[in-house]
């Protein structure tokens, strides 16, 4: 039965291979069966500072790379979080639902503010924002990668909380997180997220790096110590890492790629990763630069956000109601 399935992605900075393993190869697999809402959380970004021609120029970069990656606007919902001006106000009301030792013990804000003199209320407040982004359309399915199952374990709380209070009303959202794939570590640390805010910029694959930086970039990740190239993440992570990625990428399992370079030295499996990279990468790009120099986008974001308003309007309306807001009229 088709179900419905919601993801965002922030337009913090350049999309990285983590994004696209992680989140959007299974945004394009979920659109051939489900209704989808594929949102650019814009009003998640400002949580940080943000220069204001960066952000609108991440905005369409990221919107663009959802299509070259293979989402269709026609038959997804291609959007901006802030053109759905209720995303704003359902997490208003969700925030007062939310109690401060709940946010207080989500993993990504203590990574967030960990050594700040400053840390902003939004970045405290960021997953009920969250959550309301996937209750105001009755998600049963997130996408996303590992580090988000902490903000989809509390959604699903917040769920119930208002159910509880105001009677049967949100669904209660799955996550779906990859069995590979869903936490892909950086090219210099194996221990670490790969992402998009690490300053080495060797330590991740962004979507729109040249095929040549690719190909650069795996020769010189770093590697464990040892020769074989054996999937183990507990005692190989960096070689697992890449193994993952090699998998994600070429359609091979684990154990096909262990097969294929047993008894093989690192140089050569690392050469045919950079190559099946610059094969996915490659094309995603130029499809990239076709959308961004069509001006489609514009238009493709306005259908997205007004079919979007439309479920999430119903949604408010009721939340509202259960809540005992004075209607209008
Ligand atoms: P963001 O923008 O940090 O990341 C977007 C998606 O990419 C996944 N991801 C990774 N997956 C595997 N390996 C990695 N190294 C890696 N890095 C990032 C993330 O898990 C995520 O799925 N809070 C969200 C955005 C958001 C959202 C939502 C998501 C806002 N509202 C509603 C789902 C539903 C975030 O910061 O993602």
Not at 210 to 231: C, H, L, Q, W
Not at 283 to 294: C, N, V
Request: proline share 5%; net charge negative.
């Amino acid at each position: 039965m088709a179900k419905k399935v919601l993801s965002g992605i922030q337009p913090s900075g350049s999309l990285t291979l983590g994004n696209y393993i992680g989140a959007i190869k299974n945004f394009v697999k979920l659109q051939e069966e489900h209704e989808c809402y594929f949102m650019v959380v814009d009003l998640h970004a400002i949580t940080v500072s943000q220069d204001p021609a960066a952000l609108r120029e991440n905005s369409e970069s990221v919107a663009a790379l959802y299509l070259a990656a293979g989402i269709d606007p026609v038959v997804s919902n291609v959007y901006m979080q802030s053109h759905v001006q209720q995303h704003a106000e359902l997490g208003w009301i969700i925030t007062t639902l939310t109690a401060m030792g709940e946010l207080e013990r989500m993993t990504q804000f203590k990574d967030k503010s960990s050594g700040k003199d400053s840390v902003g209320a939004g970045l405290f407040v960021y997953p009920s924002l969250m959550a309301a982004d996937i209750l105001i359309y009755n998600a049963d399915l997130v996408p996303v990668g590992e580090d988000q199952k902490q903000h989809l374990e509390l959604t699903r709380d917040l769920a119930g909380r208002f159910n509880h209070r105001f009677g049967e009303f949100f669904t209660v959202p799955e996550p779906y997180i990859p069995e590979v794939g869903a936490r892909i570590m950086s090219l210099d640390d194996g221990t670490k997220k790969m992402s998009k805010s690490n300053p080495n910029p060797g330590s991740y694959i962004a979507l729109l790096d040249p095929p040549d930086v690719i190909r650069k970039k795996i020769s010189r990740a770093t590697t464990d110590s040892g020769r074989e190239v054996i999937f183990d993440p507990a005692t190989k992570p960096e070689i697992s890492n890449l193994m993952s990625i090699y998998a994600e990428c070429s359609g091979m399992t684990l154990q096909q790629i262990a097969d294929r370079y047993e008894g093989q030295m690192y140089g050569g499996f690392k050469k045919d990763l950079g190559e099946v990279l610059v094969a996915t990468l490659e094309p995603l790009q130029q499809k990239y630069h076709e959308i961004r120099s069509s001006g489609a986008l514009t238009d493709i974001l306005a259908e997205g956000a007004e079919r979007a308003r439309n479920v999430a309007a119903q949604t408010l309306a009721g939340v509202k109601e259960r809540m005992g807001f004075l209607p209008l009229r």
